[in-house]
């Protein structure tokens, strides 16, 4: 149980083009999800938190306009690299606050690659 | 304001010797504590939580953490390492805006 899916795996794109990334919560409903990006041997960044029905939070210093979230389902939370540039090639991981309300599950994570 | 310290950014044992992952948190509430598994250009996995209850927690691949408020450590062990055991491992404590705050993460190296 508790399954997290993400897609695509890996994408690579050229610059200028806008990369959508789909995180999905297969076998349980849920109302919020994380959005975080990870650089290479560093720990997780959270970028904002997704909730169903309304606005993402998102947090300081991410660009709310490039990085568009839309939580328009309970399982279903997508991540939308608007205008991608090279520094925006990242791993990119989601994941979904489980029915306990306290544990969050992770999808397997996006490698973005931006020429 | 709660944070999290993962002393060893590499720690290497040897197959079959004991796993010593440490973790210290700060938090103004009760704790929330949890530990992920990564393995290469894959998502987290979780190993184990502690919420409320038993301090010691048992958790898959035969790992287990204890939580001690007195040193506020939640240190994760493993009796006998397997070579699957490499992976990085992050400490995480929730915030009580259901955030997490991850540690830097701790890569573990297992040698045969």
Wanted: with cysteine.
């Amino acid at each position: 149980g508790a399954v997290v899916s993400q897609h695509p795996s890996r994408v690579i794109c050229k610059s200028g083009t806008s990369v959508k990334i789909e995180c999905r919560s297969l076998d349980f409903q849920a109302t919020t999800m994380f959005w975080y990006r990870q650089f290479p041997k560093q720990s997780l960044m959270l970028m904002a938190t997704s909730n169903e029905g309304s606005k993402a939070t998102y947090e300081q210093g991410v660009e709310k306009d490039k990085f568009l979230i839309n939580h328009a389902s309970l399982t279903l939370s997508t991540l939308t690299v608007t205008s991608a540039h090279p520094e925006d090639s990242s791993f990119y991981i989601c994941s979904a606050r489980g029915w306990d309300q306290e544990t969050q599950y992770f999808g397997p994570g996006t490698r973005l690659l931006v020429l | 304001a709660q944070s999290v310290t993962q002393l060893g950014s590499h720690v290497s044992v040897s197959e079959g010797a004991l796993v010593l992952l440490r973790c210290n948190y700060s938090s103004s509430v009760p704790p929330y504590l949890f530990w992920y598994v990564q393995y290469p250009n894959q998502g987290l996995q979780l190993l184990l939580k502690y919420t409320t209850g038993a301090t010691l927690v048992k958790g898959i691949n035969g790992f287990e953490a204890e939580f001690k408020k007195s040193e506020t450590s939640f240190h994760l062990t493993k009796p006998s390492a397997h070579m699957s055991d490499a992976a990085e491992y992050f400490c995480a404590v929730k915030t009580g805006t259901y955030k997490y705050i991850f540690g830097t993460g701790t890569r573990l190296k297992v040698l045969a």
